[in-house]
C-alpha cells in the first residue's frame, strides 16, 4: 500500500505541490477579502475558506480536510463566476480549474513526509511480539 508519507523526490514534490497550491489560495482568498464589497455573504465565505485551507496545506496540518476544502471552494468558484477584480489570479476559469486539480491531487496523494501531519500522525513501526501470549 502507498504510504501517504513519502520522502525522498515523491515527499519533495508533493510538498512543491501543497505550496503552490496553498499559496495561490491564500492570494486568491486574501484579494477577494480585500476586494469584497459587503454585498455576497457567498464571496466572503469562499475567501475564508481559501485562506484558511492555504494556510493548512502551506504547512501541511489537515492535508486531506484542506485540501478537500480547496478543491470545493475552487470549483465553487468557478461554478458560481465569483471573481473579484481586476487584481485576482483567478479572473480566469481556467487558472482555477488548475488550482481545484492540483487541490484534488494532494487530496488523493497525502501530505507526504515534509508536512506537519507526517509529524504528528506520520509512519509508526509496529512490534509483533515472537511469542504471543497463549489463548485461553
Known amino acids: 500500500m502507498f ?11 508533493l510538498v512543491l505541490l501543497r505550496l503552490v497550491c496553498g499559496v495561490l489560495l ?6 477577494s477579502l480585500l476586494d469584497w464589497s459587503g454585498q455576497n455573504l457567498v464571496t466572503l465565505i469562499l475567501a475564508l475558506l481559501a485562506v484558511g485551507s492555504g494556510v ?21 468558484a468557478i461554478f458560481l463566476g465569483m471573481h473579484a477584480s481586476n487584481l485576482d489570479a483567478f479572473s480566469a476559469r481556467l487558472p482555477s480549474i488548475l488550482l481545484a486539480v492540483i487541490a484534488a491531487a494532494v487530496l488523493c496523494l497525502g501530505p507526504g513526509a ?5 509529524l504528528l500522525f506520520g509512519r509508526r513501526e509496529v512490534q509483533i511480539p515472537k511469542n504471543p501470549r497463549p489463548s485461553l
Open 114 to 118: 515534509f508536512s506537519l501531519d507526517a
Open 56 to 76: 493548512l496545506l502551506v504547512i501541511g496540518c489537515l492535508t486531506r480536510l484542506a485540501a478537500f476544502v480547496a478543491a470545493l471552494a475552487s470549483t465553487s
Open 26 to 31: 491564500i492570494v486568491q482568498g486574501t484579494v
Open 3 to 13: 504510504s501517504s508519507f513519502p520522502d525522498g523526490l515523491p515527499g519533495t514534490g
